[in-house]
């Protein structure tokens, strides 16, 4: 059978692979579309074999937050270029991820990838784009007396969930703060909440700086602890959460809203805690 321009069209249309794999679909199809499609279907998984040494640095950042707020789920999808991330085929996929995820609440990636649903779209995907697709980390979160909150920047390249503990129903307005305050994570990139929490060995490290940077400039071993330690407050006020500057009214910490809050909602909300996944960072 001569597989004509508009049967290729035809096929591309119904697929949207390019010109040319369809093409070679329909003549190793002899000329049936119906095959030509499963047959592209297949190539997903050789696409995804030959991509494999490409690398996945764009995508998608999403977060869904269900439970009565009481769970949180953050994903990172990727593919080769920012274009195909703005794709509606790709955008599609990436909320079908977000999904399954909340519906079958896997531990791993490869848990989550054993949903037959999952795996035929991400192998029609393949065919149909050509680039290397790549769930690359998620996190669920649940907390029993508490609330999760998300926020995604535009752009969808960085997302961040932050968890409050002791939250009742009468803890009204949280959701305002704690957008503001997913939204401080976003943009100031704090290492941890509480300044206790803090690595040691990171502290020590920083520690040493300041000492060696102040006995360079000429200053006296015995006042060299002193120096460190007014630094290394300086260092926590910018790195740790409730110590930050908060970033709608630098005259009040993260910590002060919070406290605030607390007082006018008679309640004791604490942040736990917090994940902040920005595109191609190292996964964790």
Same mark, same amino acid.
């Given at each position: %059978?001569? =597989? ?15 010109? %040319? ?30 991509r494999a ?7 998608? =950042? ?35 991820? &977000? ?6 609440? *896997? ?5 989550? &990838? ?11 995907? &393949? ?12 996190? +669920? ?12 920047? *535009?752009? $969808?390249?960085?997302?961040? &969930? ?21 939204? /401080?994570?976003?943009? %100031? ?9 803090? *690595?040691?060995? +990171?502290?020590?490290k920083e520690?040493?700086?300041?000492k060696e ?6 200053? *006296? ?6 120096? $460190? ?14 110590? /930050? ?40």
């Open positions: %059978m001569e =597989i004509t321009a508009s049967l290729v069209n035809e096929l591309r249309k119904k697929t949207g692979a390019g010109m %040319m794999d369809c093409k070679k679909a329909l003549t190793e199809a002899g000329g049936d579309i119906e095959k030509a499609i499963e047959l592209l279907r297949k190539k997903g998984a050789s696409v995804a074999a030959k040494e490409k690398t996945a640095n764009e995508g998608l =950042i999403l977060t869904k937050i269900i439970d009565n707020n009481k769970t949180g789920i953050i994903v990172e999808v990727n593919c080769e270029t920012d274009f195909v991330a703005k794709s509606a085929d790709f955008v599609e996929f990436a909320n079908e991820v &977000l999904n399954t995820i909340a519906e079958k609440k *896997p531990k791993t990636v490869s848990e989550l &990838l054993q949903s037959d649903s999952l795996n035929n779209k991400l192998n029609d995907i &393949l065919g149909k784009i050509g680039e290397k697709i790549e769930i690359s980390r998620f996190a +669920l979160d649940s907390l029993e007396n508490g609330c999760i909150m998300g926020y995604v920047h *535009p752009g $969808a390249k960085l997302g961040v &969930l932050v968890k409050f503990q002791n939250v009742n129903n009468s803890a009204e307005g949280l959701a305002s703060i704690g957008k503001d305050i997913a939204m /401080q994570v976003a943009a %100031m990139k704090p290492i941890c909440v509480y300044r206790e929490e803090v *690595p040691k060995d +990171l502290v020590e520690i040493e700086i300041y940077v102040a006995r360079k400039e000429g200053k *006296p071993e015995q006042i060299l602890e002193k120096i $460190a330690s007014g630094k290394l407050n300086k260092f926590y006020q910018e790195n740790c959460l409730f110590e /930050q500057e908060f970033i709608k009214d630098n005259s009040k910490t993260v910590g002060d809203l919070i406290k605030e809050f607390n007082q006018n909602n008679k309640t004791s909300v604490k942040i736990q805690g917090f994940r902040r996944y920005h595109l191609g960072d190292e996964k964790k």
